[in-house]
C-alpha cells in the first residue's frame, strides 16, 4: 500500500496514529508529497482528484482517499485496537472525530488568511474561523476528562492531532491551553503514548 503523505499534514498524522497502533506501519510505503496551499499539488492530484493528502493507494490500484476513509479502512484490516466502535461509542467517536476535523479545518483557514499579502486580508473571514475554532476548543474541554488516553477511538486520534498542529502552526492565534485546563491535560498526558509521540508533528531545521 502506498500512502501520500506530508510530515506536518494532521490529517496524515492521524492516518499514522492508527497504523502505529495497528502495527501496520511497516506496510505503508509512504510517498512524499507535501501540499503548499499557495501551490498546485501536482502528485496528490494525479492520485486524488481533490489534490489532498493523505491518500492510499491499494494492491489492487483502488485509491482511498479523506483522513477517516482511510483510517477506517486501515481500522478494518483486523481486530484490536478499534478505533472506530459500535453501538452508543459509535457515535461518540465519529461526533470527537468531526469536532477535531473541523478545528482543524477552521485553524487552517486562519493560516493561509495570513498568508495572503497585508491588503488582501479579510480580517472578519478570520475573526469567523477564529471563532470556530474557539467553540470547538470549548466544546472539547468540556468533556475532556471522557476522552481515552490508552484504548483510543478516531475521535481522540483527530483531537490530538489538531491540538498539536495548532502547536506547530498557529502557536498563538489560538491559545487553546488558556482556560482550557482539562484538555490540557489531556493532551499532555496522551501526547506521551507511544504512537502519538511517533508522529508528533516537528517543523524542519
Not at 493528502?53 to 477506517?72: F, K, M, N, Q, R
Not at 484504548?151 to 498539536?164: N, P, S, Y
Amino acid at each position: 500500500m502506498k500512502l501520500l503523505y506530508g510530515g506536518l499534514s494532521p490529517f496524515v498524522r492521524k492516518v499514522m496514529i492508527v497504523a502505529h497502533e495497528k502495527g501496520l506501519a511497516d506496510r505503508l510505503e509512504r510517498v512524499p508529497a507535501p501540499v503548499n496551499p499557495l501551490q498546485p499539488p501536482d502528485l496528490a492530484i494525479a492520485v486524488n482528484p481533490l489534490g489532498k493528502i493523505p491518500a492510499l493507494t491499494l494492491d489492487d490500484g483502488t485509491v482511498l482517499y479523506g483522513s477517516t476513509v482511510v483510517a477506517e479502512y486501515l481500522d478494518a484490516l483486523d481486530g484490536a485496537p478499534c478505533f472506530f466502535p459500535s453501538g452508543a461509542a459509535k457515535w461518540a467517536a465519529l461526533r470527537r472525530n468531526a469536532l477535531g476535523d473541523g478545528i482543524l479545518e477552521a485553524g487552517q483557514l486562519v493560516r493561509i488568511e495570513g498568508l495572503r499579502p497585508g491588503d488582501k486580508r479579510w480580517d472578519e473571514w478570520k475573526k469567523v474561523q477564529l471563532l470556530k475554532v474557539m467553540n470547538g476548543l470549548d466544546a472539547a474541554e468540556k468533556e475532556a476528562v471522557d476522552l481515552a488516553t490508552e484504548t483510543l477511538t478516531i475521535g481522540e486520534v483527530a483531537l490530538v492531532c489538531a491540538l498539536g498542529w495548532f502547536d506547530v502552526r498557529l502557536p498563538d492565534a489560538a491559545g487553546w491551553r488558556e482556560g482550557r485546563p482539562a484538555l490540557a491535560a489531556w493532551f499532555e498526558t496522551v501526547s506521551g503514548k507511544a504512537s502519538v509521540a511517533a508522529t508528533a508533528p516537528r517543523v524542519p531545521a
